[in-house]
């Protein structure tokens, strides 16, 4: 059997990979490559290619990756039943080219392997996606406008319909990512279940994209929209950008500290205490989803009628959630004190040559719009401070392996010397 992992995303889906890729040639088999970047793997199998040179699924696997035939055939020929498995949520997003992809996929599997193929996926209620959504979509610089909360929906039948067109209805199962619909209430151990997989709850890797809490999204969100943002012309620019993403995801909620030098760049830091439970977490008000989910009445009808049960979800309690831009840009504002903290925590660390100059104070600009002006010229700054000096040098030497170190040493022959 083989087993296609499609998301959704924000469903745990990186739990799911990380767990599962620890079992590869135990109870499961994953294609070489889909163990370590499972979406960026069926991009380059299947659909980047197919996007930008046309050509069959054969030619691609022929040309780049020989070793996902290479798994079929070695299944084939030792009759495995071990269930493979294929995980990539990318591969539920409405995209032409992602649906071509999925064609491409599936015409490949029926050519050359004769196991049957079966899809699984998990949907998320709206309300809950569009918060997650927004959020994830600050830590990668995409906030995207607030007063715009339509941009979040997921839109199900775009996501969904297409594999039942292509692999079958009677071969693609939905889930609601509801808590009590799960296996013991966790979304790995449901799907190990579905999959005939026998999984301890010790086993499970927990989630890597850990919820922000409130502060956090509000400061990002001030800084992608006011703040100087990164260069793209730089080539380090997604890693500066990681860095100081995660530098402000535990304000207000975790200490932050420098990583032991022997263990990574300088410069680099990390969390080390988890979130206390009165950390207010971010979420969007219902008065914010609820005219969208109206909006899009007859995509959650589709939804529900093929799941056959409701995606009910508890409301968001008054008072906690987030109900427009100026509710969020306020939350930013009265965490200028945390960010001033981390600010001088960051210095204190820092030799003195390395602080740049940098000026914090207000030009002539109108009243109203000092205080969100003050606040994203401080994060510019932080930014600043958080540029490792590695990159600043430019890429670092890689340390030679113990093979070339060998070769360096070796003592040069007769022939050489004479």
């Known amino acids: ?53 046309g050509i069959s699924p054969e030619e691609i ?13 070695r299944r084939r020929t030792r009759q495995t039943t071990r269930p493979l498995l294929i995980s990539s949520e990318r591969m539920s997003q409405y995209d032409e080219r992602i649906k071509k992809g999925l064609i491409a996929m599936a015409g490949y599997l029926r050519e050359h392997s004769e196991e049957d193929v079966r899809v699984i996926a998990y949907v998320r209620p709206p309300r809950s996606f569009m918060s997650s959504m927004f959020q994830q979509r600050c830590k990668v610089g995409l906030p995207g406008n607030l007063t715009a909360p339509n941009a979040f929906w997921p839109r199900y039948r775009a996501r969904f319909e297409e594999f039942d067109h292509i692999f079958g209805r009677e071969n693609v199962t939905l889930k609601p990512f509801q808590r009590e619909r799960l296996e013991g209430g966790d979304v790995v151990l449901d799907f190990a279940r579905e999959i005939g997989v026998a999984l301890d709850p010790g086993e499970v890797v927990p989630p890597a994209n850990e919820t922000m809490g409130l502060e956090a999204v509000a400061l990002l969100y001030v800084y992608w929209q006011s703040g100087k943002r990164f260069d793209r012309s730089k080539g380090h620019h997604m890693l500066w950008r990681k860095h100081f993403v995660g530098c402000i995801s535990g304000l207000g909620s975790r200490q932050f500290v420098p990583l032991d030098a022997h263990n990574a760049q300088p410069g680099m830091w990390q969390f080390i205490q988890p979130r206390p439970e009165s950390s207010r977490r971010f979420a969007l008000a219902d008065t914010a989803t609820d005219p969208v989910v109206e909006a899009h009445r007859a995509d959650l009808d589709w939804m529900e009628a093929r799941l056959g049960v409701p995606l009910s979800e508890p409301a968001v309690p008054e008072g906690e959630g987030i109900g427009s831009e100026a509710e969020l840009i306020a939350v930013a504002l009265a965490a200028r004190p945390l960010l001033e903290d981390r600010i001088a925590q960051v210095i204190a660390a820092l030799p003195a040559h390395e602080i740049p100059d940098c000026d914090l104070s207000a030009p002539d600009v109108p009243d109203a719009d000092r205080p969100v002006y003050e606040l994203a010229r401080r994060l510019d700054f932080l930014r600043d401070l958080l540029k490792p000096p ?17 070769r360096r040493k070796k003592k040069p022959s007769r022939r050489e010397q004479g």
């Open 61 to 73: 696997v022929d040309t780049r990756h020989r070793l996902l035939g290479q798994t079929l055939e």
């Open 1 to 53: 059997m083989i087993i296609i992992h499609a998301g959704m995303h924000k469903t745990g889906s990186s739990s799911i990979q990380d767990t599962f890729a620890k079992l590869d040639g135990d109870r499961v088999d994953i294609p070489p490559g889909c163990e370590i970047h499972c979406s960026s793997w069926f991009s380059a199998l299947f659909t980047d290619l197919v996007r930008k040179r």
């Open 390 to 406: 590695a990159l600043e040098q430019g890429r670092r030497k890689k340390k030679p392996s113990r093979r070339e170190q060998g």
